[in-house]
């Protein structure tokens, strides 16, 4: 079955500097990956997504990219904010209907 | 994207017991999954939810223990039976709409705090 590996576990930046989370997956099959973000006590929320016939998406100060090649991901933001602190988690699935397989997660911390 | 409910949204438990826990959504949704992420920790795949068959459960996971039922296109049951104090964590359901030409763009109920004593 479908292993996501993601890294780093925790990340701390200065507000305005830029975050880089990355993450890998096994399974070729896998052809949609999209990031959830996290704050405590609140469900995981959808961010960005990519799917696999595109290399590089973007929304704002968030970016996602795709090497389907080395079958890894990441997840770029920008002009960090304090309130881009949370937990990160990137998910691999394909598109025939099954379910997430979610990366370990990574909390990002970003002081003013 | 659509609006999940979770009942109840929180709950203490005695060892042995059993709770079910309820996820309605306000639409029609092709896929519905539940997830369990203990604290600290990533969201952990219990089980997909099908529509007037049975769930189809991940490794590590069983029907007995974990129950599920799903009677329509919009609810969806999932019980935790004969409790451990291992049990407690957040229980999630999931929802994506679309089928086998759609990507899965799931997204999350507020989930269920479970706190086994």
């Known amino acids: 079955g479908e292993n996501v590996e993601q890294h780093p576990s925790t990340l701390s930046v200065q507000e305005g500097d830029s975050a880089v989370i990355k993450c890998t997956y096994s399974?070729?099959?896998?052809?949609?990956f999209p990031w959830y973000k996290q704050e405590l006590g609140k469900r995981p929320q959808l961010i960005i997504d990519i799917r696999s016939n595109v290399g590089e998406k973007k929304d704002q100060r968030i970016a996602v990219t795709l090497n389907k090649t080395a079958k890894h991901f990441s997840l770029h933001i920008t002009e960090t904010q304090p309130e881009d602190s949370a937990v990160y988690f990137c998910?691999?699935?394909?598109?025939?209907?099954?379910?997430?397989?979610f990366g370990k997660g990574t909390t990002l911390s970003v002081s003013s | 994207s659509a609006v999940i409910s979770q009942k109840p949204s929180r709950d203490i438990c005695q060892r042995g017991t059993s709770l079910t826990i309820q996820c309605q959504v306000d639409s029609q949704v092709t896929m519905m999954f539940w997830y369990r992420q203990q604290p600290g920790q990533s969201l952990t795949l219990i089980a997909t939810a099908n529509q007037g068959s049975e769930a189809t459960y991940e490794s590590g996971f069983v029907i007995d223990k974990f129950p599920i039922s799903r009677p329509n296109l919009t609810f969806s049951t999932l019980t935790v039976s004969n409790m451990s104090p291992e049990d407690s964590s957040i229980y999630l359901c999931s929802v994506a709409s679309g089928g086998v030409s759609s990507y899965n763009e799931q997204f999350f109920g507020p989930g269920t705090r479970l706190t086994v004593l």
């Open positions: 998910a691999a699935s394909s598109w025939a209907g099954t379910a997430l397989i």
């Open positions: 399974d070729s099959a896998s052809n949609y």
